[in-house]
Each structure stands twice: as structure tokens, then as C-alpha cells.
């Protein structure tokens, strides 16, 4: 019996825990630029688990706009004014700066990388 009622206690601190503070978002955005060449690496983190993982060579596509979509969940990346925002729920309106973490170049500042990154926690307000 002693070991139910710690299994109950540990279960509604589990329970109240996920109903208060939700879910946590961690992101990873790698931006190469080589040669002219841009390409971005995504990894977007649910609680942990990893639920976008994309690269993409953008030259073709919108430098400014970009959309990854992968397990049923939608990333939009802006790059403005030279920093990268993503947008976030719509219970928390507008956008956030991504962190620049590293920068690194080579040759005259022609092919650089840029190491971005940002987390967050969404709260359940049910």
C-alpha cells in the first residue's frame, strides 16, 4: 500500500507539473553561407523529442521567409533587419530574436556560418 501511495504522489506531481507548464520548445538554426551558396540546418526540439529536422539550400527560395514543416508541426523563420525571428502561438503574440550563438568565417568574411538558438516554455492556461 505504501508503495501505491507514492506511485499516486508521483503521478500528480507529474500531472500538475504538465498541466502548468505545458510543453517546452527548443530550436537550433545553422546558417551557412559559402561561396554565395546559403544554406540553413533547422532542428526544432518538442519536450526533447525532435520533431523538425531539416536542411535546406535557400538560394532558389525566399532568403527572408522560411517555412519547415515536418510530424505535424510548422516552423516559420523570418530574417529581418539581419536577425532571425520565429513566429510563436498565437497566445503569445509576435515574434521572438533568435540568440546568435557563434560566428564563424573564413576568407574575408566570404563563407561564414552563424549558430542560432532560443527555447522557450509554453504554459497550459486550461
Known sequence: MKFYGLVSFFTAIHTLYSLTIGTCIDLKLNVSSINGVVNTQVELKDTGDVKISQFRNICSENLHTQIFEENGYKLT?????????????????????????????????ENCCWRYEDNYCILNYQ
Open 77 to 109: 523563420i523570418y530574417h529581418k533587419e539581419k536577425e532571425w525571428k520565429l513566429n510563436i502561438p498565437e497566445h503569445m503574440p509576435g515574434k521572438r530574436n533568435l540568440n546568435l550563438i557563434e560566428t564563424y568565417c573564413i576568407s574575408n568574411k
